[in-house]
């Protein structure tokens, strides 16, 4: 795991750097400084919270360096809480009694892309490292109640519109992955969003 995160921390870097190093030749008017949220559905597949789910926020704040007239790069940070999903019962589907919720939130830090199809449409993704803290029921034959933290990652693509050259709204698709001693809250999350350039 360790070496995992050692390869997203330096590919993480190397696509900072890169971007940087083309950024003078490129038109700057896509690049920037950038702040956005979204607040959608979550949902988990797996284990006692199958086909469970809740509402999830996130906030993103960035820089992106213009590497083409219609496409920019760049470095993200972020805090997400991805609600509470009641575990179900195995035997009827209904919501066992027992506390027995999900949660998950944590930081993420990673790169950010934006490709313009049009003056106002476009295509966005992002992926990276994911610190998160939660706890949840472990998917055994007696499950336990757990509380977990760990590095793990995340990805996620969307597409938008921009209402003016700063200011933006967008449906995305995002996966963030935690699991951990036979726990797993890995979180799917579909969202609206809007998004700020400066």
Not at 21 to 37: E, I, K, T, Y
Not at 46 to 58: E, I, L, R, V
Request: overall charge negative; cysteine-free.
């Amino acid at each position: 795991m360790k070496k995992t995160l050692i390869a997203v921390a330096l590919a993480a870097t190397s696509a900072l750097a890169i971007p940087a190093a083309f950024a003078q030749n490129a038109p700057a008017d896509n690049g920037g400084w950038f702040v956005n949220g979204n607040v959608g559905r979550t949902a988990i597949d797996q284990g006692p919270y199958d086909n469970g789910h809740d509402t999830g926020y996130a906030l993103n704040g960035g820089y992106r360096w213009a590497l083409a007239p219609n496409f920019s790069l760049g470095g993200e940070v972020g805090y997400n809480d991805l609600g509470n999903i009641r575990a179900k019962n195995i035997f009827n589907s209904q919501s066992v009694i027992a506390p027995g919720k999900s949660q998950l939130h944590g930081w993420t830090a990673g790169a950010n892309a934006h490709l313009d199809l049009s003056p106002n449409w476009y295509l966005s993704g992002r992926a990276g490292l994911y610190s998160w803290t939660g706890h949840g029921m472990s998917n055994d034959v007696n499950p336990v109640n757990k509380s977990l933290s760990d590095n793990s990652w995340y990805s996620g693509v969307g597409v938008g519109y921009n209402i003016t050259s700063n200011l933006s709204v967008g449906l995305n698709y995002d996966y963030f992955d935690a699991k951990k001693h036979n726990v797993d809250l890995s979180t799917d999350m579909v969202s609206a969003s809007a998004e700020y350039r400066f």
